[in-house]
């Protein structure tokens, strides 16, 4: 895959590749072709990768699910000594593999694996392996959230939404006012954006599940969410949404304060009482045993107020005129918003894309990039890493810079970035240490201007950190083209 050029000729390798895959290998060669691992945390880093290096083995006999179960075991070891329970399990593994499969599996746990193999091509190759459309393919992953179970083969048509299986949530582009999303999508809705934690609630008679984002389960952190949901007419039901921690006086808090409610280890009762959610529901996607995925955004939204009461619903506005969305963006900025969500009435829910029907509009420039690096700081700085170097995603690989904040952190992030980041440590250079590219973080400016300094030829005017989205991947950071569009 890094040595061969061109898309088509990518794609043949990966499908021939493919069809050679057993079904219980398939799921792991696409996760490792694309440069990730099937556990969700392995908690290993660069320090304990190198510690458990050790002499290859002269010729191969290492087979896919054999890396697949180790990984397993190390991303479960926990407790006393799990560190070098960890090392140890690692060190096993590198012995038995040979020199080159030891640098394949470095840069993979490492996330430096670059060959090319991202999903978009990923999804053409499964389509050609399996001789099978390769917009049906895309939909069926993105139905499921797993283009691995999707290539382990069966019937397209079984791919189909289900209750207590997250999809993956619809995405937005951005613009830079309302007259861009209007230009764009002419007469659209606008919803007020809030500025919470996005969920995806899912309903069977008595039973509700709430999903995150990144479509983990977190049902026992918000027992509100659950409650209103559990009192809808709606026998069967699958809602998308927000919830969001209010003040008193109703406006917005912290987005940093509502995502307390999502901590590992939680007082969920004791925190309810002391930070209630409120949730609200923008999206309706199932209603008793019919997906509405294919259906226009105007109709789920005429079904979804239905079952939604408006004070559970975002403030919404049907406009094609740029003064009234205006004083509509200026409405919601007063109430404490982010800004507007604009969106296109005819458009299907494109499960997990960030297309065109959805547009952001907020009012500072800010872009959620991914953290490449860091530099030790000095003067009152000196032992904590601060200067980060941010990165716009490539959609052809990578991550391309943009330039440099040491800006917007207080203590208390310096000292959790410093432990983060080093966590993450791939390997140093002086006074920089470089990261896995895994950290999103959002970043307001000032403005774009032309470099030849960075690679991308654009550099961040007066970068600040706002702060972490620990509620992103890398894959959902900003592109370099939104940034030229910006620019």
């Known amino acids: ?42 908690g290993v880093g660069w320090a304990g990768l190198q510690a458990a290096k050790v002499q290859a083995a002269e010729t191969p ?24 329970k960890k090392t140890q399990l690692l060190s096993e593994l590198f012995a038995r593999v040979t020199v080159e499969e030891q640098e394949f599996l470095v840069r993979l746990l490492t996330g430096e694996l670059r060959q090319g193999a991202l999903e978009g091509l990923m ?82 008679g008595g039973v509700v599940k709430v999903y995150s984002r990144l479509m983990n389960e977190v049902t026992t952190a918000v027992p509100e969410v659950v409650e209103v949901v559990k009192g809808l007419r709606a026998n069967e039901l699958i809602l998308d949404g927000e919830a969001i921690a209010l003040g008193p006086d109703t406006r917005p808090l912290p987005f940093q304060t509502t995502m307390r409610r999502f901590g590992r280890k939680l007082d969920v009762e004791g925190l309810r009482g002391e930070l209630p959610l409120t949730p609200f529901f923008f999206d309706i996607l199932y209603i008793d045993g019919k997906s509405l995925l294919e259906v226009s955004y105007e109709r789920r939204s005429e079904i979804l107020s239905k079952y939604i009461s408006a004070a559970q619903r975002p403030p919404r ?61 000095h003067g009152r700085r000196h032992g904590w890493l601060s200067n980060l170097h941010l990165g716009a995603r490539d959609p052809n690989g990578g991550f391309v810079m ?22 993450l440590e791939v390997g140093r250079e002086g006074h920089v240490v470089y990261v896995r590219p895994e950290l ?48």
Request: no cysteine.
């Open 317 to 377: 506005l049907l406009t094609a005129d740029g003064r009234q969305a205006e004083g509509f963006f200026a409405a919601a900025l007063a109430a404490g918003h982010e800004g507007l969500m604009a969106k296109s009435l005819d458009a299907p829910y494109e499960a997990g894309a960030r297309g065109a029907a959805w547009i952001k509009i907020k009012q500072a420039n800010t872009l959620d990039l991914v953290v490449l690096a860091a530099e030790w700081g």
């Open 61 to 84: 006999s290492l087979e896919i699910t054999d890396v697949h179960r180790t990984l397993a075991l190390v991303a479960s070891a926990a407790g006393k000594g799990s560190a070098g």
């Open 123 to 204: 999804v053409e190759a499964v389509a050609k392996a399996l001789a099978l459309p390769a917009g049906d393919v895309r939909r069926a992953a993105m139905v499921v959230g797993n283009l691995g179970a999707v290539a382990g083969g069966g019937d397209l048509a079984s791919f189909t939404v289900q209750l207590f299986r997250p999809i993956r949530p619809m995405l937005a582009q951005t613009a830079t006012d309302v007259q861009e999303a209007l230009t764009k999508l002419g007469s659209a809705a606008f919803e007020y954006k809030l500025d919470g934690a996005r969920i995806q609630v899912h309903k069977q």
């Open 440 to 487: 999103v973080v959002e970043i307001a400016f000032n403005g774009l201007q032309q470099s030849s300094t960075y690679p991308g030829g654009l550099a961040l005017r007066f970068a600040r950190v706002i702060r972490y989205r620990d509620d992103k991947k890398p894959d959902e950071a900003d592109t370099i083209e939104t940034v030229r569009r910006l620019a």
């Open 1 to 42: 895959m890094a040595a061969t050029r061109g898309r088509l000729a990518k794609i043949e390798l990966l499908a021939a590749l493919l069809k050679q895959a057993r079904a219980d290998e398939v799921e792991a060669v696409i996760a490792y072709l694309s440069g990730t691992v099937l556990q969700p945390k392995l």
């Open 402 to 423: 943009l330039g440099k904040t040491f800006k917007g952190m207080t203590d208390e992030l310096l000292e959790w970035q410093t432990r983060r980041l080093q966590e």
